[in-house]
């Protein structure tokens, strides 16, 4: 079995100051490893994703992410955030022998402040 | 259009009514995938569909029932419901080619459900 757990359920923070959202997983096999972003009204679209190689992914809107693996950690980061950055984001896992049957964590509201 | 689309985007409907909840992916995929989202929890794997076929159920009540005519549609039939399955419904696709997990989903913005 696998799960994602992010330990941060919000997170306020100013306009152009960095952020970083925590991501720990656990599974008893290989993973790939997700981060989704929810804008307001919409549905999730996919910010990066770690597959293999390189353990620095850089996603869109300037996001990064580091796997972990001897901590079993993804944590996402951004050096300077905007007001558009203002959304839910997700976590997810999926088990490399386990089909396509992503496992989200709990997701982290970021409220941007002016 | 583009994308994945679902409709309606809001739905209202008692415990008694029946209703379905339509998705459609223009993106050529060939897995489509319904998930559940509810407040204070996280996102619920329903059912994923690849090549128009049922690949996993996951442990979902009865009373919602998946169709997928074609690569193109996914359909959640939905019958008497109960209060808490109020949730936003999304539904999402993926090339599908190989199974592999390694794929990227892309998301509809959902259907709002509100059951009285």
């Known amino acids: 079995a696998q799960s994602v757990t992010q330990l941060d359920s919000q997170v306020p923070v100013f306009e152009e100051a960095p952020v970083e959202l925590r991501c720990n997983y656990s599974?008893?096999?290989?993973?790939?490893l997700f981060w989704y972003v929810q804008y307001p009204n919409q549905g999730l679209q996919l910010l990066l994703k770690?597959?293999?190689?390189?353990?620095l992914v850089k996603g869109i809107n300037g996001f990064e992410a580091e796997f972990n693996k001897s901590q079993t950690s993804f944590h996402l980061r951004k050096p300077s955030v905007h007001i558009s950055d203002t959304a839910e984001y997700f976590c997810a896992v999926n088990a490399k022998a386990a089909g396509n049957k992503l496992t989200f964590g709990g997701g982290t509201r970021v409220l941007v402040k002016p | 259009e583009t994308g994945v689309t679902q409709t309606p985007r809001h739905l209202v409907m008692g415990m008694t009514n029946k209703k379905s909840l339509k998705c459609e992916q223009h993106?050529?995929?060939?897995?489509m995938y319904w998930y559940k989202q509810s407040a204070k929890k996280p996102l619920e794997l329903m059912f994923v569909y690849s090549l128009e076929e049922r690949v996993e159920n996951n442990s979902v009540p009865s009373r919602f029932s998946p169709e997928c005519p074609n690569s193109s549609h996914l359909f959640l039939h939905l019958h008497t419901l109960q209060p808490e399955d109020s949730a936003l419904y999304l539904c999402?696709?993926?090339?599908?080619?190989?199974?592999?997990?390694?794929?990227?989903?892309?998301f509809g913005p959902g259907t709002r459900l509100l059951v009285l």
């Open positions: 993106l050529g995929h060939n897995a």
């Open positions: 599974s008893s096999v290989s993973v790939y």
């Open positions: 999402a696709s993926s090339q599908g080619n190989s199974g592999g997990p390694e794929e990227t989903q892309y």
């Open positions: 770690y597959l293999s190689g390189s353990t």
